[in-house]
């Protein structure tokens, strides 16, 4: 059976919108979680290629996230330090066009209409595309951050679900294969994200009841079967390193970290709507898809289309319920619900053969791929300017300990030691933070006790400062170091205030 030119074009029109949503080759700024992904993305390279299983056991169970982005550096084999960035920038666009292209695949065999497939595909384009110029979404979404590829990797598992009540053959080979999809895609979504949970409980309940409807009680254990063995380097990792990644979760999004996130919803919309005015189009065809949907008032059933559709509102309205409200936790959302209101309105009466659909997405992860190569050759060093210009500082100075009394997107912990990771030399330098002590609310003498301790004390300008986290304590810090004119001595570099001690550590 021939593949129809206007699937091939609809395929051709998604990948061209797609790209630019993952994929920048303009100048990117390293700031705070960034620079922690890639710092321990060189760490375990080294320690993986080098044999040092303590070390990566260490790296492991020190990260207080899922470890995806830390494990990016890992086919290019060891690499210099200063080449991670563009070999990590890579792998991540290619995973990322990986889910995506299996989304359209999911897509045209579930029953997506051509015209719903490009109209929902320029809602993501306009939603978190290059325009307007300097769009805090699309900055984040082409960023090395593991939103992107979380959310088509969420959006990827909850088609699995309109997809499984498409009637198919029940073979034993049929039933792991099944098995195998959906342990690949829940699998990977359990060791990108810690939300990722909701969509793999919800999810996999609701594909196992599916299936055992459809293809009975043997067919439906046989893909679990398949699916808890694809899933054990998953479950190893949780059941081994997981709970500090789940603390972290937790806290950042409804426990003590929370409020220091808090942002008001009427003040998350309105900021969202002023920076990327484009997500208004995707809002524009949801309500208009609703509403044809709800009027069309259709015979056939359509239970799965509506129960991957809750789903994902479910999923946004968690996000939209948690003080710690950043659009890109809502990326999932943004990308995938156009793409399910136009399920919902084209019902299954365009569902392509397994080929054709196969033609049409390996169509599309080749223009992907194909945008993910000059990544590798993305700048990026002007971000790190800063963090060299300490480590320098310390390096004539001989420090040792370095503290960092502020703290802000261009100049913080975990951009100098991004810094230091990249450094040729690896200084040996020991790194602290004021700024999360001080958001704590902690006693300020074991603040100043800590300035004492320290070889080198970093002020940022006034000027510079981003307003998270907050640096309430900043003035007391300054009055403490000019207070000890005699033991500190001034120097200015940039916009950086460094305190050098003299009183007997070196």
């Known amino acids: 059976m021939r593949t129809k030119w206007h699937v091939l074009l609809s395929a051709v029109v998604f990948s061209l919108c797609i790209v630019p949503t993952i ?10 979680d960034d620079s922690d992904y890639l710092t321990r993305s060189i760490a375990v390279n080294k320690a993986f290629w080098s044999g040092d299983r303590p070390g990566l056991r260490k790296e492991l169970h020190n990260n207080f996230r899922p470890p995806a982005m830390t494990l990016l550096g890992l086919p290019w084999g060891r690499f210099a330090p200063e080449d991670a960035a563009g070999k990590c920038f890579v792998t991540l666009a290619v995973c990322t066009s990986f889910f995506a292209a299996c989304c359209l695949f999911l897509l045209l065999r579930i029953g997506l209409e051509p015209l719903y497939l490009i109209t929902a595909s320029v809602c993501a384009f306009a939603s978190l595309g290059p325009y307007p110029a300097g769009a ?11 939103d992107s ?3 088509w990797n969420a959006f990827a598992a909850t088609l699995l679900i309109p997809y499984e009540a498409i009637p198919s053959a029940s073979s034993t080979f049929d039933d792991l294969a099944r098995g195998v999809l959906w342990g690949t895609i829940l699998s990977a979504m359990a060791l990108t994200r810690v939300n990722g949970f909701y969509f793999i409980g919800t999810i996999a309940l609701l594909v196992f009841v599916i299936r055992m409807r459809r293809n009975g009680h043997r ?14 380097p998953a479950i190893f990792y949780w059941l081994r390193y997981g709970l500090p990644s789940l603390r972290n979760g937790w806290a950042a999004s409804f426990g003590h970290d929370a409020p220091f996130y808090y942002l008001p919803l009427s ?39 509506i129960l991957a559709f809750l789903v994902m509102a479910g999923y946004s309205a968690i996000t939209l319920a948690s003080h710690n409200r950043e659009i890109r936790f809502l990326f999932p959302a943004i990308i995938g619900m156009p793409f399910l209101i136009g399920l919902l309105v084209s019902g299954k009466t365009f569902a392509l053969p397994k080929r054709s659909a196969l033609i049409a997405s390996t169509l599309a992860v080749c223009i992907l791929l194909a945008a993910c190569g000059p990544l590798l050759h993305r700048p990026y060093r002007q971000s790190l300017h800063k963090g060299e210009e300490i480590l320098a500082e310390a390096r004539a100075s001989n420090a040792k300990r370095v503290l960092l009394a502020t703290a802000s997107s261009s100049l913080n912990v975990e951009l100098v030691g991004l810094a230091i990771a990249v450094s040729p030399s690896q200084p040996s330098v020991t790194l602290d933070s004021l700024a999360l002590r001080a958001a704590a609310g902690g006693p300020i003498e074991d603040d ?48 950086m205030h460094v305190y050098e001690l003299r009183n007997g550590h070196h």
């Not at 994929?23 to 705070?32: H, M, P």
């Not at 805090?136 to 593991?146: E, I, K, N, R, W």
């Not at 300008?461 to 170091?481: G, M, Q, T, V, W």
Request: net charge negative; glycine share 6%; aromatic share 14%.
């Open 23 to 32: 994929v920048s080759y303009s100048s990117y700024s390293f700031s705070w």
């Open 136 to 146: 805090h979404a699309h900055y984040v979404a082409t960023g090395f951050m593991a």
């Open 149 to 151: 590829l979380f959310a």
């Open 219 to 232: 067919s439906a254990f046989v893909a679990l079967a398949s699916l808890g063995a694809c899933s054990i």
């Open 267 to 305: 003040r998350f919309l309105e900021i969202t709507l002023r920076q990327s005015p484009g997500m208004l189009l995707g809002g524009l065809f949801a309500l208009v898809g609703i509403v044809v949907f709800a009027a069309r008032r259709r015979n056939v059933p359509e239970y799965a289309n």
């Open 448 to 495: 100043f006790r800590t300035i004492r301790d320290s070889d080198l004390v970093v002020f940022q300008d006034k000027s510079a400062l981003d307003a998270e986290p907050p640096n309430d304590r900043i003035p007391e810090y300054e009055d403490f170091a000019r207070g000890s004119a005699g033991t500190f001595q001034l120097k200015v570099v940039d916009d």
